[in-house]
């Protein structure tokens, strides 16, 4: 049976859905969304795969019931967990790297802190009122942190982020308290061997669903590989797809990394060339990495070294590659406005939009990266500082040029004016700008 908090989900869900199809302006988004999601969920292969989800969790569950780790009164939290937690985990799935990466998100589902947590929150709700009114809250209080985020920043966001931050913590505390003294009042009433077996369930269950979720992964992986090989190579024979499926070793690794060049078969077109074939996708997907591992021991290894190597450039290359990155994009974004803004470029206040989000650079929340323009707009420069005190800028004087600058301290002059600014389509790149420093996983 659904306690309070569960009973107060589902009327604050079907609340907003009821307000959502009676306003108008909603109306027609939300009926095309729930088509398409009736869309997608009607497809043989989705089914499919659904039933066969249904069936590996009725046999965990039937498994734990041998050996005494469930019970019919967990059968409301079974469907939960399998719902809230097992279906988001099987789609994540299709996006996961390798067999480690998928069962490290399958254990922030079963063993972390915040799964915990939410596990001993949900033990002692509120009443039906209260946690009405609490999760409306919390609804507004989450809309309104990304609201926040998404705006430009300044004093009064950030004020009003941290407000919210402090708010929802003391939320979670609040949930804490309440929870450990309903507890210790009602343990001597409650039905202790079950408090256990919830518990396990929240555990035990997610973790087993691990094999079906990388086998579900796996297939996937495989099936989009034999299509583009069939697709890019003429006559590919059934024997050339059972070597490949055979050099795969059921490796999610290596069927991750079975893509690009991969695809195109070379060698023998026979059973033992495609089984090489694919091991070479291996090995070279152990090169990559190896190479990848090298590359971090080595910014570790000289972080806080002064002075260049042979080439002229600099030892300490502490997120040069992400810099670089993000001037490239300001400088892109600043070609795409220019002729739309009478042929001026846009100065600091839009920075921070046109690099969201940071992370795709590798950079931190305070980027410190700078755009300046001259008086008439006509001119434009950014530079950032490295953690090395090394400084590399980019900047432009039209739509199409480009100018690059690296030095120990901001360039103190504009693009085409002085002779620290390399012209990227006419002279030879500085070295910094031109090592390639980009860690290849």
Known sequence: MLNEREVATAIVLATLIVAGLVNPKTRGGLLSGFAGVGKALWNRQVIGVLVAYIAWVSLCVLAAFTVGLWQGSLLKDTILTALVVGLPLLFRALNNKSGGLLLRDVGKEAVSLSAFVGFYVNLSPLPLWAEILLQVVLILLVFTQVAVQRSDPSTGQKALSGCVNFALVAVGLGLIVWSTVRLASQWPTLDQKELILQLFLAVWLP???????????YLAAVEGILLRVSRLNEGVSWREKAGILMGLSFSLRTAKAFNGVHLQLRGERTFRGAVSHARNVRDDLDRREAKALDQLQSLDALAGVAGADADGAQLDRREFDGTKKALRWLHTCQSGWYERQGNRFWGAERTDDMLRPLSRYGLPDDHGLIVETTP??????????????????????????????????????????????????????????DRNDEIVR
């Open 207 to 217: 973790l087993a669903l691990f094999p079906f979720l990388y086998g579900f992964a």
């Open 376 to 433: 008439d707009r006509t001119r434009w420069r950014g530079w950032r500082i490295l953690p090395s005190g090394w400084v590399l800028g980019i900047g432009a004087t039209d739509r199409t040029s480009q100018f690059l600058y690296a030095g120990s301290a901001p360039p103190a002059s504009w693009p085409g004016e002085g002779p620290e600014w390399i012209d990227a389509g006419r002279q030879e790149w500085l070295v910094d700008w």
